[in-house]
């Protein structure tokens, strides 16, 4: 039975006139989604160092201890504590002798001088680089990836 053809129903007693019926019908549709993995291509992630010697500069400082020995043989009442004259540290050195007295035999003169110097040394430097490659189907090749 077509469901929208008419069907013919009983008659009307009372007018004579024919009463049609029509069927429609109610349709509903259900989509149902599947995801299906595909493989549309293959990409290469490497990463290549590289490595470069470069001259490297560095200041540096250096002190330079002089020492002098200053006789002095001088007779003294007290023993004195090291002391500084300017930049000098002055070491007193006493010896006592058999008729006690103190004798300042000698001082020694301690000189300190800060030298600068440049010292140059050549170092590995290496620096990292990453690479983003696909591969090609038509030619098998793997190609830079433009991204």
């Known amino acids: 039975m077509n469901p929208f053809k008419p069907s013919p129903t009983a008659q009307s007693p009372a007018d004579g006139t024919v009463n ?21 291509g293959t990409v290469r992630v490497r990463k290549v160092v590289h490595e470069s010697t470069e001259p490297v500069s560095a200041q540096g400082y250096r002190e330079v201890i002089e020492t002098t020995r200053v006789p ?26 058999l008729v006690k007295q103190l004798v300042l035999v000698e001082e020694i003169h301690v000189t300190r001088r800060r030298e600068a110097f440049e010292h140059i040394a050549a170092t590995s430097l290496r620096r990292e680089e990453v690479v983003v490659e696909r591969l090609d189907p038509a030619t098998q090749q793997w190609v830079p990836d433009a991204a």
């Not at 049609?20 to 549309?40: C, M």
């Open 20 to 40: 049609e019926t029509f069927v429609i019908p109610v349709i509903r549709e259900e989509a149902q989604v599947h995801l299906q993995r595909e493989q549309t």
């Open 72 to 97: 002095v043989n001088q007779v003294v009442q007290a023993v004195e504590a090291p002391r500084e004259l300017g930049e000098v540290l002055v070491i007193p050195v006493y010896e006592e002798r």
